[in-house]
């Protein structure tokens, strides 16, 4: 199977749209949270996963966009962006939004926002971390987002190998036990504005990063339409 793997797409429809153009023809859609927040189109982007079929998790930004999590753990920028989207979204959104679990089991592979340990708060970008998490987890694979940073870690002969993917990075799992991060589909955050995505081959048993250009400035007016925060909008277009 070649499936699509998704994460932190934040309300951002254009990027997701690119992504998915790009991934082609996939058996699978597979998303690690945070769908809503930030961006200007939550009821468009949940629209567009539920119309795919795309399975997967909550993360922070989507408890609380639908009153599961205290609004008061966000930072100004956050929070004002989550008012705005508790005010935006349609009950339909709420609805599917807020059925979806904090873990999910999808063949050899288990799918959470942030950690299998901690679903929707815990931010995986330490070895140790990784290895606590990695002994947790009920499936070789484990698939993280949160972070909005691509990254892996893979675990062989009890050491653990931190590897930092670049547009186009294939690993070979072979095997080996792995947590895996995609990156940001909608907000990037490692310096590079394109969307980033996953392609995990349960045949070939790698998984390669991919990156995609979208439309940044018609998001970014759809943003300033909406009045969300003047920094959520500028970092977009350099990707941190
Ligand atoms: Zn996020």
Do not use: C
């Amino acid at each position: 199977m070649r499936i699509a793997v998704l994460s932190d797409i934040h309300a951002n429809l254009s990027a997701l749209d690119a992504v998915l153009a790009a991934a082609g023809a996939v058996d699978a859609v597979w998303q690690l949270g945070d769908i809503v927040g930030y961006g200007p189109d939550p009821d468009g982007v949940v629209d567009r996963l539920r119309s795919i079929g795309a399975r997967g998790v909550k993360g922070n930004h989507d408890a609380a966009a639908v009153g599961g999590l205290e609004i008061e753990w966000f930072n100004a920028d956050a929070r004002g962006a989550m008012e705005w989207t508790r005010s935006a979204i349609a009950p339909g959104t709420v609805a599917w939004l807020t059925a979806l679990p904090e873990v999910a089991v999808e063949d050899e592979a288990t799918l959470v926002h942030g950690s299998p340990r901690e679903p929707i708060w815990e931010y995986v970008t330490s070895v140790p971390v990784a290895r606590a998490n990695l002994g947790l987890l009920q499936t070789r694979i484990g698939l993280n987002g949160h972070t909005h940073l691509p990254v892996a870690f893979v675990e062989e002969d009890g050491r653990i190998e931190v590897v930092a993917p670049g547009d186009g990075s294939v690993l070979e799992l072979r095997g080996r036990r792995a947590l895996v991060n995609p990156g940001s589909v909608g907000q990037p955050r490692d310096g590079d504005p394109r969307s980033a995505y996953l392609i995990l081959d349960t045949d070939a048993d790698t998984v390669a990063w991919h990156r995609v250009a979208y439309d940044i400035e018609a998001v970014q007016a759809d943003m300033r339409a909406a009045g969300l925060p003047a920094s959520l909008i500028a970092r977009l277009a350099v990707g941190l």
